[in-house]
């Protein structure tokens, strides 16, 4: 069984959890929320679910404090990967995920940006309709290939590239298309 962890603001994270959830039939979705930390009790084993998805936007390049919160909770987990939404500037928002996970013994094996629309009064307005439209469509072929990732369990590792990950070019490496990992 696949589970799908997300916290959505406006939408944009939930979307595409649920576009993601469409190529898992058989994954569970459960949304980060305050009290989903005091329900997951620690000693609660990961280890028999195939695969962990955490989808979230990013705040000021940074996932938001719950999904942080909840991570550093997170037990031992098998796959875990990392989708993240953002308007245009993700900065190292997956790096930052991995940092915390490693505090408990996780770590992402793939991680993904997905650029849409932004909510984000700071930032420029985003895009026309059209533009708007483009990018939709665009992030659900994305979420496709990163199903496809899931059931393969596609990890970053197995692509040597160990010191990119740590460097900071994680986003842009597991950013790959489908089946780019092997
Ligand atoms: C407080 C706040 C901070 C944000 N910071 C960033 C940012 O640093 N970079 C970025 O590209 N988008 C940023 N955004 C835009 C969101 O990441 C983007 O719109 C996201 O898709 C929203 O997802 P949601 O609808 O699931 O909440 C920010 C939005 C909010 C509300």
Redesign the pocket.
């Known amino acids: 069984m696949h589970r799908i962890y997300y916290f959505?603001?406006?939408?944009?994270?939930?979307w595409v959890a649920d576009k993601i959830r469409e190529n898992l039939p058989d994954a569970e979705f459960i949304p980060i929320t305050k009290d989903l930390q005091i329900e997951l009790p620690e000693s609660e084993t990961l280890q028999n679910i195939e695969s962990v998805g955490l989808v979230f936007?990013?705040?000021?390049?940074k996932p938001p404090r719950l999904v942080l919160d909840f991570i550093r909770k997170m037990p031992k987990a098998k796959y875990i990967y990392a989708v993240a939404?953002?308007?245009?500037?993700?900065?190292k928002v997956l790096k930052t995920v991995n940092n915390q996970l490693r505090k408990t013994e996780n770590e992402l094996s793939a991680g993904y940006i997905i650029p849409?629309?932004?909510?984000?009064i700071f930032?420029p307005k985003t895009k026309s309709d059209k533009a708007i439209e483009k990018a939709f469509q665009k992030a659900e072929l994305k979420t496709q290939s990163i199903a496809e990732n899931v059931k393969n369990h596609f990890s970053i590792r197995q692509r040597n590239a160990e010191s990119l990950f740590r460097s900071g070019f994680f986003d842009l490496q597991s950013d790959l298309p489908q089946n780019s990992g092997s």
């Open positions: 959505s603001g406006t939408g944009n994270s939930l936007p990013v705040y000021m390049s939404t953002c308007g245009m500037m993700p900065g849409l629309v932004t909510n984000f930032l």
